[in-house]
């Protein structure tokens, strides 16, 4: 059964005024707000991590947690908070996440415990999960079709920039403040998004929304999503073969099954499988997961590399990684451009193509590379996602029924994640089995004294994120043998890291031959004026 509930009749206009209230660049305004505090957070929270442990003394498993409870929050309730948007209005569930995620991040500021912190983190995940399906969903519904995709270009560009900001702002604020301020700055944004979003957001409703929840839906699908990112983010430590790791793994696969099978019985589905009938969306939302592998995968050794391997401060690296943040600036707007004349599917395919270049150009960086060779790949990776980014999310998003918006946002966002978390784990297996099977030759050859089993272990764990296992007042010309094995070592095993990163990044090409502009891009904001 379904609702008929016109736009018209959804929201009373209570706008200050007409030509205010709904505007889209001023809608784009208000969300990217929104958008700019929780992609900071993703990014900024890294740097003050260390600062935490040891104000609050935390273990190295709590620090984890810290960390990986965002991501599971963040995971699992993604698609169910696009459903959410579609149900009671994207204007209400972006303000709701808005105001969620700042006081949040203030929460997480005043605690005196781990546990607390872990707790509010778990808060910003499903707040974060609230807002970003939500601002696509405004987005989709404010703009005519010929302006959507520079908006959702422009939306890109507050990605990127947030992203880059976060590791410098991070460690100027732990540096010079405390790691509390890293979370304090979140409140004043979150306030400003909050005032402009209730001032200009206008709630736009299709005409048929679901009229009930699937609440066995929404409870197989989270408990899918979190046994596989948390196996995933668990696997590195347990080890693949483990028997803890095969558990999650094949209590997903069960969860997804009995998902989708009720999904094709239930009258009202959280996630319609008639959905996957476009070809153009089903090939956008694997793309998303290829590219966020390579993407998010191989950024998890760079800044191993750039801080353990070239000793740089967390702030020198964020401004050494400013080619790949300022091309994604410069070249999302662009791709939004290019690719509403001539459509998603060249801007995506040159994209995943100069992406590949750029990972197998970065497999052969070296431990003295200079920063000239690390700005061209990381300048040539971050081009090549620009118009992925943006094409993705209008090939999703766009082949979507206006009903569904908010569904094909959660859907697009969490198959990032998914993207993201098995980039970084898969990836991390082949770097942990290559310095597994290099460092114990290299040592030897090197005339360095073997150490017992269970050192040598310790050893290539240090190895594997870029660390040197110097032993305590250890000779100046020994440390630096050990220097030399780990850091060669390591980079070996993150050129194949970054070699099989450009493999999934040439899959990804060929899949992003399958898109095609949103068939249903229309249903949007069609007779707007911008």
Not at 207 to 215: G, K, P, V, Y
Not at 483 to 493: L, R, Y
């Amino acid at each position: 059964m379904t609702s008929q509930t016109t736009v018209a009749d959804a929201t009373p206009d209570l706008g200050p005024r007409k030509g205010l209230r709904g505007h889209p660049w001023l809608t784009l305004f208000s969300v990217a707000i929104g958008v700019m505090m929780v992609t900071l957070d993703g990014t900024i929270v890294a740097i003050a991590n260390p600062a935490i442990q040891k104000d609050l003394g935390a273990s190295l498993a709590d620090v984890q947690w810290i960390t990986n409870s965002y991501l599971l929050a963040l995971a699992v309730a993604l698609i169910t908070a696009g459903k959410l948007g579609d149900r009671f209005g994207h204007r209400l569930t972006f303000l709701i996440g808005t105001t969620g995620f700042a006081v949040a991040s203030g929460a997480i500021a005043l605690s005196d415990s781990v546990s607390m912190v872990v707790a509010f983190r778990v808060v910003q995940g499903l707040c974060g999960a609230l807002l970003m399906p939500a601002a696509l969903g405004l987005l989709r519904a404010a703009f005519p079709p010929a302006k959507l995709n520079m908006a959702i270009g422009i939306w890109g560009m507050v990605i990127g920039a947030s992203t880059a900001a976060g590791p410098i702002l991070g460690g100027v604020l732990v540096e010079h403040v405390n790691w509390q301020s890293v979370f304090y700055v979140n409140v004043p944004v979150g306030v400003l998004a909050l005032v402009v979003g209730v001032l200009i957001l206008k709630d736009h409703r299709p005409e048929q929304t679901s009229s009930s929840f699937d609440i066995l839906g929404i409870v197989l699908l989270s408990a899918a999503m979190f046994c596989l990112v948390w196996a995933l983010i668990k696997a590195p430590a347990w080890g693949w073969g483990d028997t803890r790791t095969l558990l999650y793994l094949a209590g997903a696969i069960v969860a997804f099954v009995l998902f989708t099978l009720w999904q094709a019985k239930v009258r009202e589905p959280l996630l319609p499988l008639s959905l996957f009938r476009s070809l153009p969306l089903t090939a956008g939302t694997i793309l998303m997961v290829l590219m966020a592998f390579a993407f998010i995968g191989g950024l998890f050794f760079v800044t191993f590399y750039l801080q353990n391997v070239h000793g740089m401060t967390p702030v020198d690296a964020g401004l050494h990684m400013l080619p790949l943040t300022g091309m994604m600036i410069i070249g999302s707007p662009t791709a939004g451009a290019v690719i509403t004349k001539i459509g998603p599917r060249i801007p995506m395919v040159a994209g995943m193509l100069f992406a590949a270049a750029a990972c197998f150009g970065m497999a052969t960086l070296e431990p003295d590379s200079g920063s000239v060779a690390m700005s061209v790949w990381f300048g040539l990776f971050g081009l090549g996602l620009a118009p992925v980014v943006v094409g993705a999310t209008e090939v999703i998003v766009g082949n979507a029924p206006m009903e569904h918006a908010g569904l094909a946002g959660g859907l697009q966002q969490a198959a990032m994640q998914v993207g993201g978390s098995l980039g970084t784990a898969a990836l991390g297996a082949v770097m942990a089995a290559r310095v597994d099977n290099l460092l114990p030759e290299r040592w030897a050859e090197a005339g360095l004294p073997k150490g017992t089993p269970e050192q040598m272990a310790q050893a290539s764990d240090a190895v594997a994120v870029g660390m040197a296992p110097v032993p305590p007042k250890a000779p100046p010309e020994l440390a630096q043998r050990i220097s030399d094995v780990a850091h060669d070592t390591f980079v070996s095993g993150m050129g194949l890291a970054f070699t099989v990163g450009g493999c999934v990044g040439l899959l990804a090409a060929v899949c992003a031959l399958f898109t095609k502009r949103g068939a249903n891009a229309e249903a949007g904001a069609g007779a707007a004026h911008v």
